[in-house]
Every structure is written in structure tokens, then in C-alpha cells.
């Protein structure tokens, strides 16, 4: 079990994308042939086959290139309990811009593809169907959101999320990081820093490899290495960091740049920007 999870975490963006792109796919062709089936049923015989697996795909195609949108606005704007009316209010303008980019994106497809079929698509009357998307669209942008902060807590159960060990009473007094508490499954333990093998920047989390196994801790590499360079990390390129103790050999490139290889095998790249404090490091 535990070696799926580390599976899956290490390849996590990829299945993200497989899982979304098959829902999307099944979602979107259910509901277009439920639209043929009821065209059917009515005795309808205007509508062509190819016309509700546009209307339902053009709309998937413009739920995929919002989706990071949405993901970026949990990021950087986190919905506040704490002040909840300016999140409120932010969170339903996002709401208004998802549904007008969203509209212009399906019906874009949806012109082009009906121009290619010698026809003609026609929106309708422009107030009415603003409406009636926007209603749509709004549970549509509540439901991503509840997917995603889901998700995220799932993962944080299933995986563990490290969080620094506080001597003092005040967290900001420490300055360096001697040990980090895991969370997981109800279960709590403590890990050492000096056990950790390497460090790959992934958003606002930084996944810690320790023995074949990744906890993520939320801090950038800018914030957390100086926390822990005392114990023999170097930063190595933009997203990696090293645990200098476990080098095995390093190997320059005609590019300028090296790779480093460690004991457990795992190769980085070492960046020529990190190279000089690397060398001073290593010395």
C-alpha cells in the first residue's frame, strides 16, 4: 500500500490529469447521448448525431483550460472563514469571469466546427442564455472547487503532511529545523531531518524523500533551506535540493550544468546558477 502511494505521488500530476480527462469524457458523453436519446423519444428528426457531442465536448474543452484558473485562485486567494464576506464577494465575481470565459470558449468551438459542417450555430438570445449558463456554470464552479479542496485533504491523510517540531513558544524563534512531526492516518511520529535523502519543489509543497517514502511539507525551497542548511542541505536547481552527506559521484555535462547522482541512486540535475554555492558547500 504504502509503496502505491509513493507511486502515485511521485506520478500524482499525471494521474490528476488521466482521471480528469476520463471524467470529463464520460460526464460530457453521457449527457450528449441522453440529448440524442431524447431528441428520439420526441420524434426529432432535425437533429444531427454529431451536433450534442459538440455542445457537451466544446464544453469540457472549456472546463479543461479554466482548471488551472481555479486552481491558481485556491492558491493564491484561499477562501477565508475569518472574513468570509470579501472572500464571498471574490469568490462570486471568479465566478462571473469562469462563466463568461467558459461561454466564449464552447461557443468558439462550437461556431468553428459547425462552419466546417457548412451550417450555422446559433447561440440564441444573447440575455436569456448568459443566464442560463451562468446558473450552470456557478454549481459547475462550486462543484471543481469542492473537488479539489476534497481531494486535498484525502491526500493529506493518506500521505502525511510534515510540519517543523517547535522547541520554543514562539515558532518564528526557530530558526533551525532539528526534526519535523508527521500526521497520518490518525497516527502521529516524528522524522529527522538529517535522514532526509532529497527535496523536490512541487507548488506551494516541497516533497521530502526519505527511504522510498514522500512527505510533503507546505513551504517554498527559498524558505525552508536556510532552516536546514546547518544539517548538510544544499540547494542544487531551481526545484531540487541535497542532503550533501549522501552524494555518491557527480558528473559534468557539456551543457555547463552536472548531474549528481546519490547512494540510493535518485540522479538530480545540478543547475550551473547553484553551482559556485554547491562547490563552497561541498568544501
Keep these: 500500500m504504502k509503496d502505491k502511494l509513493n507511486h502515485f505521488q511521485e506520478y500524482k500530476l499525471r494521474y490528476e490529469i488521466v482521471f480528469l480527462l476520463l471524467y470529463l469524457f464520460i460526464n460530457n458523453g453521457i449527457s ?9 423519444r420526441k420524434g426529432d428528426s432535425e ?12 464544453s469540457a474543452i472549456g472546463v479543461l483550460c479554466l482548471f488551472p484558473a481555479i486552481i491558481f485562485l485556491l492558491k493564491k486567494r484561499p477562501f477565508s472563514w475569518t472574513n468570509i464576506k470579501k472572500s464571498l464577494a471574490l469568490y ?11 461561454i466564449a470558449i464552447m461557443v468558439a468551438i462550437r461556431k468553428v466546427i459547425y ?13 436569456f442564455e448568459l443566464l ?30 510534515a510540519n517543523p517540531v517547535v522547541v520554543g513558544e514562539d515558532e518564528s ?16 511520529f516524528i522524522i529527522r531531518v538529517e535522514d532526509i535523502e532529497w527535496l523536490e519543489s512541487s507548488g506551494n509543497y516541497i516533497n521530502l524523500h526519505i527511504k522510498q517514502r514522500i512527505y510533503p511539507i507546505r513551504a ?21 535540493a541535497i542532503n550533501l552527506d549522501l552524494i555518491d559521484s ?17 540522479i538530480l540535475n545540478l543547475s550551473r546558477r547553484y553551482k559556485e554555492e554547491f562547490k563552497l558547500k561541498l568544501a
Excluded at 462570486?92 to 467558459?102: D, E, Q, T
Aim: charged content about 20%.
Design 32 to 40: 450528449a447521448t441522453s440529448v440524442i436519446m431524447e431528441a428520439n
Design 47 to 58: 437533429l444531427q448525431l454529431w451536433e450534442p457531442f459538440v455542445w457537451e465536448y466544446s
Design 92 to 102: 462570486l465575481v471568479s465566478s462571473v469571469i469562469f462563466s463568461a470565459c467558459h
Design 115 to 127: 462552419w466546417l459542417q457548412d451550417s450555422f450555430y446559433d447561440f440564441g438570445d444573447i440575455g
Design 132 to 161: 442560463y449558463e451562468y446558473r450552470k456554470d456557478l454549481w459547475g464552479f462550486i462543484f471543481i472547487i469542492a473537488l479539489i479542496k476534497s481531494y486535498g485533504f484525502i491526500l493529506s491523510r493518506l500521505h502525511g503532511e
Design 173 to 188: 524563534t526557530n530558526s533551525n529545523i532539528e526534526r519535523l512531526l508527521v500526521k497520518k492516518l490518525g497516527k502521529e
Design 220 to 240: 517554498t525551497m527559498s524558505s525552508l533551506i536556510p532552516k536546514i542548511e546547518n544539517k548538510g542541505f544544499c540547494r542544487i536547481h531551481r526545484s531540487f
Design 250 to 266: 557527480i558528473t559534468p555535462l557539456s551543457s555547463g550544468d552536472s548531474e549528481v547522482k546519490l547512494n540510493n541512486g535518485k
